[in-house]
């Protein structure tokens, strides 16, 4: 009797597993479907031009005092003359914030001899933000004349780059779907359809441009000339393919 409950059991054990296998044949998953077909998986980009209408720019005073506490008195008093330079100039006190403060000992080295302390040096620096850039070389000249002997890069970006973006995301989807065409042409096949689309990449901002140290303003404007920025954008796409 035992022999014969066991038996029916695995006898309704191996119905079960049939009967699913059997319903798994007639009715594949979609990510079986999917193995099955014939696929393009793609990669495409696209670009736009686009003037930029804001800058950013890195500034500062470095002083140089047989003391710690002079260098950072110096420091301080030319620095104050460098802000109150950048208000007057327009550059609202949001797009102002201090990016790098420090204070070192300056050494001498004689051959044969231990350093010999010769004072320190105090340096202060700020990023700025100008949203105005008729106004960049301005600014960088009144900061200049106000104290500021450093002057390290620029970079140029958009304050909002959304239309941008939206142009490339066009061109992008454009160039994929071109791509795809012609893999199904030259293997035969047709486009079915677009299985699924995903996007990376973004605005390619300029690089940072070097600008030398300054010591003195120059009678003459700083020009600056911000070009135009590249805005990029990635798609990637899998396509199905039917004959």
Do not use: C
Not at 24 to 34: C, G, K, M, T, V
Not at 57 to 71: D, E, N, P
């Amino acid at each position: 009797m035992k022999t014969f409950l066991r038996a029916g059991a695995l006898g309704l054990a191996l119905a079960g597993a049939t009967i699913g296998a059997a319903r798994a044949d007639a009715a594949p998953s979609a990510a079986e479907s999917l193995f099955r077909a014939t696929t393009l998986n793609l990669a495409a980009y696209g670009e736009t031009q686009v003037a930029p209408d804001m800058a950013s720019i890195s500034l500062g005073v470095t002083t140089q005092a047989r003391t710690a506490g002079q260098a950072l008195s110096d420091n301080a008093a030319r620095m104050a003359q460098v802000m109150a330079a950048l208000k007057a100039a327009g550059i609202a006190a949001k797009d102002i914030h201090t990016s790098g403060l420090n204070l070192n000992a300056q050494y001498a080295y004689d051959q044969g001899q231990a350093p010999r302390l010769t004072g320190y040096q105090a340096a202060n620096q700020v990023s700025i933000t100008v949203r105005d850039l008729s106004r960049l070389g301005a600014a960088v000249d009144a900061t200049v004349g106000a104290g500021a002997n450093q002057v390290n890069g620029i970079s140029f970006g958009l304050a909002d780059p959304t239309a941008a973006e939206n142009a490339a995301r066009e061109s992008a989807v454009r160039a994929l779907q071109a791509k795809a065409d012609l893999y199904a042409r030259a293997t035969g096949y047709r486009v079915s359809r677009l299985v699924s689309l995903s996007e990376g990449g973004g605005e390619a901002p300029r690089a940072p441009v070097p600008m030398m140290a300054m010591a003195r303003m120059q009678k003459a404007e700083t020009a600056v000339s911000p070009g135009e920025l590249t805005v990029r954008v990635d798609v990637n796409g899998l396509y199905e393919l039917a004959r």
